[in-house]
Structures are given as C-alpha cells and as structure tokens.
C-alpha cells in the first residue's frame, strides 16, 4: 500500500477532526491548522483517505522553539505513517530551533519513534481529577496565621498586584527553563494572571504584612460541576506547605457552590503544582509527555 505524503487541503476537514477525535487530542488545536499561527501542515494519504497528519506552529510566550504534532489513526500503525512524517518535519527548512512536541503516554509506538530519532523527554504532565465530597477532610493539617487575601482584593492594590506578578513571573520561568519564555512585560503577565475565567474571589493568597508567601488561583471550567485549579506559588520552597492550605479553602468554596470536582494540569517540572497533586486524592488519570529535540 502506497502513502503519499501531500500539503494538507481542507477539504480534508471532516477527516482531520475523525483523527483529531481516535488520538484524544485537544480539538483546540484544529484552530491552528486553520489559523495564521501555522507554519505548515502535510497528509498521509492512503487511497485518498487521510490517515496521519503533521502540523507545526509557533507560540509566542514560548518563541524559542518550533511546536508540532504528529497524528496517526492507530488502526494503521503497522504502516510507516508516523516515520514518513517525521522525516518530512526534518528535511523541512526551518528556522534553527529545536523541535517539540507532546503526546499521551499510551502512544507507546510514536513515543518510541520519536526517541529512537533523537527526542528526549523534557517533562511529563498529569491531568487528573479530584473529587469534593464531604466526607474528604477538608481540614488544615497545621495552624495557619498569616492573612489570607483573594484575587479580588489583591487586584485592588497597585504595590501588591506588582508583587504578585513578579512572583508568578518568577516561579513560570523557572518551571520552563528548557523552553524559556519570551520577554514580556508587566502588563502582559498581569493579563495572564487576571484572565476572563479566573474567579478572583476563589483565588487565594497568604501574606506575611505585605510579602506574598503562597499562591493559588482557581478559574472556570468547560466541563459541568467542575473548576479548574490554575498557576499556584510561593515565594520559596519552605513555604510551599501553604499552597496546599489555599487549596482547601477552594475546595470548601466549591463545595458550598455545589461544584463537585477539580482538575488540574500538573508538569512534573513544577514543584509548587506537585505540591498540591501530592497532598490530595487524586483519581489516577492520562499522563501527557512533552518531548524536545535540539
């Protein structure tokens, strides 16, 4: 059976959402294949059906690298889709700089193709879900005295939102130093921060008089009876205890407001977010595996 590698068309779009759908992948990305972010995209035809594709992008908070996926309908893993694409991706001309790109860990086959062709693995992501039920003890395991503030109150307070923003600023960069972040300005991270779909009355914080010792936000979610646990901090590794605490304090919120779980997107190169993911029961859940290639 021949496959031939074609520039992708749209009028394969029917077919590109089928493979989106069998490879679990975020459908969000559809908008990039579409949209002027893409650097490029190519098929896997065979007999005219669409059974792989291969698409790169770039993203501007993250400009130090060239981003791309590989989808493959696993019913035609025996053939040579995902080898063929990838070496389309590297005979391409592009900009000298390292190449990345994420995938569930289930995909044993692609993730063994793309070690064996030099992609190490820079960090793993853990998606999981955690239930609020009552009977969950929800209660502080160590006496907390500092003052506890919300989003809210801190967005009302020039000197602190800086403080605040410098600090999540902080703790971001560190947590991507293999894939550094672009140089943004003050606005722009405090943009991040005060995001449509934060809820900045359920967005916590300890203070030490005006120091920012640990943070947490929660923001809205897409899924029913869910919120979504965001960027969380502290100002260093002995207070990282704190986070946990702020956690709880959304939990109950949530709990009064009849949500009944949270999720969370956990990279394992973030101590402050495993913080929190070590401290609760949550449900085993898929693992996402970034890798990089230089």
Not at 242 to 264: C, E, M, N, W
Request: overall charge negative.
């Amino acid at each position: 059976m021949q496959i031939t590698i074609n520039a992708y068309e749209s009028e394969d779009k029917e077919q590109l959402k089928h493979l989106f759908q069998v490879n679990f992948e975020d459908e969000n990305l559809l908008t990039i294949v579409y949209g002027d972010r893409k650097l490029f995209a190519y098929s896997a035809l065979l007999n005219h059906k669409l059974v792989g594709i291969l698409f790169a992008w770039k993203n501007t908070i993250h400009p130090n690298c060239i981003y791309f996926r590989i989808l493959v309908n696993p019913l035609y893993h025996s053939l040579p889709i995902a080898e063929l694409l990838l070496e389309k991706l590297e005979t391409l001309t592009l900009v000298n700089l390292p190449l990345q790109t994420s995938l569930w860990e289930t995909s044993d086959s692609l993730l063994r193709i793309y070690r064996e062709n030099g992609f190490s693995i820079i960090r793993k992501t853990y998606t999981p879900t955690l239930t609020l039920t009552k009977d969950i003890d929800l209660t502080e395991c160590k006496q907390i005295n500092y003052k506890k503030i919300n989003l809210e109150e801190a967005s009302a307070n020039n000197l602190l939102m800086k403080k605040l923003t410098s600090l999540v600023r902080r703790n971001y960069e560190q947590s991507h130093l293999v894939n550094p972040v672009a140089r943004l300005d003050y606005e722009q991270w405090q943009e991040f921060i005060l995001a449509d779909d934060v809820l900045k009355k359920h967005s916590y914080m300890f203070l030490d008089h005006s120091e920012i010792l640990a943070y947490s936000f929660l923001h809205k979610s897409d899924l029913k009876g869910n919120l979504e646990l965001g960027w969380c901090g502290a100002n260093n590794v002995e207070h990282s205890y704190l986070i946990p605490q702020l956690v709880i304090h959304q939990a109950r919120d949530a709990i009064k407001l009849d949500y009944q779980t949270f999720s969370g997107e956990f990279d394992t190169t973030d101590k402050y977010a495993l913080e929190t993911l070590n401290h609760f029961p949550f449900a085993p859940a898929p693992t996402l595996v970034t890798l990089q290639k230089k």
